[in-house]
């Protein structure tokens, strides 16, 4: 027990620096650190929308039973995107789980953007899907699913690095940044906000992560 706090100590001084968006090999390393079962996907290739955020429909983050999202970043091919995402696994993440909405939004352009969205699971459960959505006739919407994680109470905030010409109507920009969880924990909030400091407007993920056990093992 004391080598795994220790363990988390180290990640917490390592998240709390302003890393640059393009620190992969940080995040392989992070991951290679892992006492979970961690898997990785990816959506299916999808396009031609010039763009606008109304591509994100064609994308779901899911993952499977027993699982919690624990990383995602969008990739880009052209006008094509996909989500290349991360699963973790414990006995833990319970399927007690329950669907949510983000509030749906109209159009008054620009009515998709991104900021107007939080998925919020309740304290201590985790996110194990997310898509965005046509809600209504014209109206959008995050749909998203949250899983009670048992035996945990130890979940931290962090503000992700700021989104180079991140356009909140549009997909550009986003391809630069990974959103990742600290090593075995999975989101349990994930929301854009402004970054601050920024004399143009700039974005950044602002994300919520629980720890995830698995005492099975």
């Not at 304290?123 to 194990?128: E, L, S």
């Not at 965005?132 to 503000?159: H, M, Q, W």
Request: charged share 25%; glycine share 4%.
């Amino acid at each position: 027990m004391a080598n795994r706090l220790n363990t988390l100590l180290v990640l917490l001084l390592v998240c709390s620096l302003s890393l640059p968006s393009n620190s992969t090999s940080l995040t392989k390393k992070i991951s290679n650190m892992s006492h979970l079962k961690t898997t990785k996907h990816r959506t299916k290739w999808r396009g031609n929308c010039n763009g606008d955020v109304e591509c994100l429909i064609f994308h779901q983050i899911k993952c499977s039973k027993n699982e919690a999202i624990s990383q995602f970043v969008m990739e880009k091919k052209g006008n094509y995107i996909r989500y290349n995402y991360r699963c973790t696994k414990s006995h833990e993440i319970t399927d007690d789980c329950e669907e949510y909405n983000t509030e749906r939004q109209y159009p008054k352009y620009p009515y998709n953007k991104l900021d107007k969205h939080e998925m919020n699971c309740p304290d201590n459960w985790v996110i194990q899907s997310f898509g965005f959505r046509i809600a209504s006739l014209f109206s959008y919407n995050y749909k998203y699913t949250c899983c009670k994680n048992i035996n945990t109470d130890v979940c931290y905030e962090f503000n992700h690095y700021p989104i180079k010409n991140g356009n909140l109507w549009k997909t550009d920009g986003f391809d630069r940044e990974i959103v990742w969880a600290i090593t075995d924990a999975g989101f349990n909030r994930i929301k854009l906000i402004q970054a601050k400091g920024n004399k143009n407007p700039t974005y950044q993920y602002k994300t919520r992560h629980c720890y995830i056990y698995d005492h099975s093992k």
